[in-house]
């Protein structure tokens, strides 16, 4: 049984222009409290986060990643934030190298769409569609979407996991963004959840950027 001391810092990543909303994350910058990948899970399930991130390594942002019940090769909110809370340049997730960058209140990483686990993308004739949707049973992940104003690119968005693993809806979805962006091949401005928005740009070679402002809530002993 693990009794060392953990502390956890809880940021709110893809925050709305107000810095409200953002989907929670959990970041354990010294993953050397829980050094299995058995402990790694069961923290965060006990945190209830979308995501809770583990740092291997902070100068080369060696990073490992957990839903609740499973364990992520890539994700996007968990890589934006510890990019952000780390300062770094790059990031490793186990899918490959990611790199990130600051601009002004936003930071943005670099990714490939191949990254992210399977997702329906669902279209919806309108916003209010969206935003009328209730929780879907589990068993599929769908990302539902609609545009708010096409020529700008402006997007609606909800998210639901299906796992039914507590988190039913995620409140914003860096992953599933990644997919659309890659399927529209254009840039996009997502407004998702509750408020939070996405920013995405298609790049050279199937690289998309993603980006949005985060925010530290605080920190969790555990």
Known sequence: MNTTVTDIDVLRVFCGGDGG????????????????????????????????????????GIVDIYTPGVRLPFAGHPLVGAAWLLDLEVVHPPAGEVWARGDGEFTWIEARA???????????????????LDVPEPGEWVYAWAWEEEAAGRIRARAFPGRGDGIDEDEATGAAALLL??????????????????????????IVELGGRVRLEGTLTR
Do not use: C, M
């Open 114 to 132: 191949e990254w992210a686990p399977p997702r329906t993308l669902r279209r919806y004739g309108s916003a209010a569609e969206v935003d009328a």
């Open 181 to 206: 962006t890659a399927e529209l091949g254009r840039a996009l401005n997502i407004t998702q959840g509750r408020g939070s928005q996405l920013l995405t740009a298609p790049g050279p070679d199937g």
């Open 21 to 60: 909303h953002g989907n929670a994350l959990g970041v354990v910058r010294d993953a050397r409290t829980h050094p299995d990948e058995a402990s790694r899970q069961a923290l965060a399930k006990e945190l209830g986060f979308s995501e809770t991130v583990f740092v291997d390594d902070p100068e080369r």
